[in-house]
């Protein structure tokens, strides 16, 4: 089944610099990866996804890029905000015999510090 | 329109107690899938279901989970005989599309504690 590896574990940044999170996955079969931000005791909040038929998405300050090749795709946070600070988490399909699931990092907390 | 919502938010139970956690999900979606989430970890896939059909159920820890959707709308999660490692945050999340490369979103969870 697929293995999803996420690093840094944990990133501290000052605002308005920027901020990169980077996945790696096994399953060369998965093609849909999204990203998720959790704020603390809140639901995870789908922010921004990508699927395997282009390299690179953005919405305004965040981008995700992904390298089918290399098997590894990274999220990209531009002039960061206090308000960004939460725990990330990337996440991939699991084709090893199962429909329905997503397989999650253990997740990167990022503190902006103002 | 609303997002998807669980019940109770806050659960506690005794060990051996049984409980039940609600999931209802955004109208219209087909797909419903509950994680559990522990403390400091990324939410783990428990079962999927695409409509009332129950299409996995891999990752329930035991077969003290069980889960059921019925009129393929509100879900329901079981615990029996609830253990001290059964504590954790239960996320449901729903999806327009049928399986896995669909948008997934989130319920706001409902946090066991099993004492």
């Known amino acids: 089944g697929e293995n999803v590896e996420q690093h840094p574990s944990t990133l501290s940044v000052q605002e308005g610099d920027s901020a990169v999170i980077k996945c790696t996955y096994s399953?060369?079969?998965?093609?849909?990866f999204p990203w998720y931000k959790q704020e603390l005791g809140k639901r995870p909040q789908l922010i921004i996804d990508i699927r395997s038929n282009v390299g690179e998405k953005k919405d305004q300050r965040i981008a995700v890029t992904l390298n089918k090749t290399a098997k590894h795709f990274s999220l990209h946070i531009t002039e960061t905000q206090p308000e960004d600070s939460a725990v990330y988490f990337c996440a991939a399909p699991n084709y090893g015999g199962s429909q329905g699931n997503l397989i999650f990092g253990k997740g990167t907390k990022l503190s902006v510090k103002p | 329109g609303a997002g998807v919502s669980q019940s109770p938010r806050y659960k506690v139970a005794k060990r051996g107690q049984d409980v039940a956690l609600r999931c209802d999900p955004i109208?219209?979606?087909?797909?419903l899938f509950w994680y559990q989430q522990a403390l400091g970890q990324g939410p783990e896939f428990l079962t999927y279901?695409?409509?009332?059909?129950?299409?996995?159920k891999s990752g329930l820890p035991s077969d003290r989970f069980f889960a059921e959707r019925p009129e393929g709308s509100v879900s329901t999660l079981k615990i029996q005989r609830t253990q001290q490692e059964d504590s954790a945050v239960y996320l449901c999340?729903?999806?327009f599309g049928q399986g896995r490369t669909y948008e997934q979103y989130f319920g706001p969870g409902t946090r066991l504690t099993v004492t």
């Open positions: 109208s219209g979606h087909v797909s």
């Open positions: 999340a729903s999806s």
């Open positions: 399953d060369s079969a998965s093609n849909y």
């Open positions: 279901f695409q409509n009332e059909a129950q299409l996995d």
